[in-house]
């Protein structure tokens, strides 16, 4: 058989349109993919600091604060400044420092935790209850928590007072006959 000329040009070109049309079609997957990802991460920025809740990302061992929102600089009345570089320690949030080592526990025993009431100090010193739900999280194939603090200290005065009003009179303040 007898390959002519045109034959050779004609594969030849072929074969160069299909190698030029695969890595156009990988290069068009490939943006598609990390667009999503881009928009990915912005919505999760976006949810993450808009949340009036305090939210905190810290590593596992040490409790070094990777990340924070603005819900929790208003929570604890820390600057931006304040939480940088620092570990959860380091700013001494904890009322009972023993509180922290019952979360990593609870966190470590069940990988996530969900309203775990404890008691946080905020940078004027002033005790706030706190009900947290955290998860444990890898990145860059290390062990992370994320974590998101709701004050509700005024919620457990409530109770308490609806508690006292329930077993005392009201006008006189002793105990009622329910008591």
Known sequence: MVISLFQ????????????????TFIIMVNERVSSDIRSAKEQFEQIFNLSPDASLITTLPDGK??????????????????????????????????????LLEEITANQSIDDFELNFRNKDKEIRICAMSA?????????????????????????????YLSYHDQLTGLYNRRF
């Open 65 to 102: 604060i990777v990340n924070f929102n603005l819900g929790f600089l208003n929570f604890t009345g820390f600057s931006q400044e304040d939480v940088q570089n620092k570990s959860v320690l380091d700013l001494n949030l904890y009322e009972n420092p023993a509180d922290r080592e019952k």
């Open 135 to 163: 998860k444990i999280i890898q990145m860059n194939n290390t062990p992370h928590i994320i974590s998101i603090i709701r004050d509700i200290t005024n919620r457990k005065k409530n109770e308490e007072a609806v508690l």
């Open 8 to 23: 050779i040009i004609s594969f030849t070109g072929a074969f160069i349109a299909n190698i030029i049309v695969t890595f």
